[in-house]
């Protein structure tokens, strides 16, 4: 009886300490200021973000395909990263279009939006952060 307690008390305070642990490390990234560039839960601030997200049937693929092609044929060749998000394929793409001025920028997005006109699973937005995982 007397190891039976003294096991169920080292698992306690195993569990316990591993959660003060976790605690520690959570508090400590989150004093990190807007970091551009890492997969540890950093923000990433992105001028245009088209996101693909599932409701249990994965992503719209066809959308995906023609809107990455539509960016890496386009004459000014945007850079963009992928943030991938869920099991089912999710995923955003960020966009920072500093290869456009003002009004490049903005004939792109329109372009874009048309391009997403109807589509399911798919939103574009502006001027957002996002959280790399």
Same mark, same amino acid.
């Given at each position: 009886?007397?190891?039976?307690?003294? !096991?169920?008390?080292?698992? %306690?305070? %195993?569990? +316990?300490?591993?959660?003060?642990?976790?605690?520690?490390?959570?508090?400590?990234?989150?004093?990190?200021?807007?970091?551009?560039?890492?997969?540890?839960?950093?923000?990433?601030?992105?001028?245009?973000?088209?996101? +693909?997200?599932?409701?249990?049937?994965?992503?719209?693929?066809?959308?995906?395909?023609? !809107?990455?092609?539509?960016?890496?044929?386009?004459?000014?060749?945007?850079?963009?990263?992928?943030?991938?998000?869920?099991?089912?394929?999710?995923?955003?793409?960020?966009?920072?279009?500093?290869?456009?001025?003002?009004?490049?920028?903005?004939? +792109? !997005?329109?372009?874009?939006?048309?391009? %997403?006109?109807?589509?399911?699973? %798919?939103?574009?937005?502006?001027?957002?952060?996002?959280?790399?995982?």
């Amino acid at each position: 009886m007397k190891k039976l307690t003294l !096991i169920i008390l080292a698992a %306690v305070s %195993v569990l +316990f300490t591993d959660c003060k642990t976790k605690s520690k490390a959570t508090n400590s990234n989150d004093s990190k200021p807007n970091k551009t560039v890492g997969d540890d839960g950093t923000k990433i601030k992105c001028r245009l973000v088209v996101s +693909f997200w599932s409701i249990a049937a994965g992503i719209n693929g066809p959308k995906y395909d023609e !809107i990455e092609t539509y960016i890496k044929n386009h004459p000014k060749k945007p850079s963009y990263e992928i943030i991938p998000m869920g099991r089912e394929g999710e995923r955003d793409i960020c966009m920072s279009l500093k290869e456009m001025n003002k009004d490049e920028q903005n004939a +792109f !997005i329109k372009e874009l939006n048309k391009l %997403v006109e109807g589509a399911d699973r %798919v939103k574009v937005m502006e001027n957002q952060e996002r959280t790399k995982r």
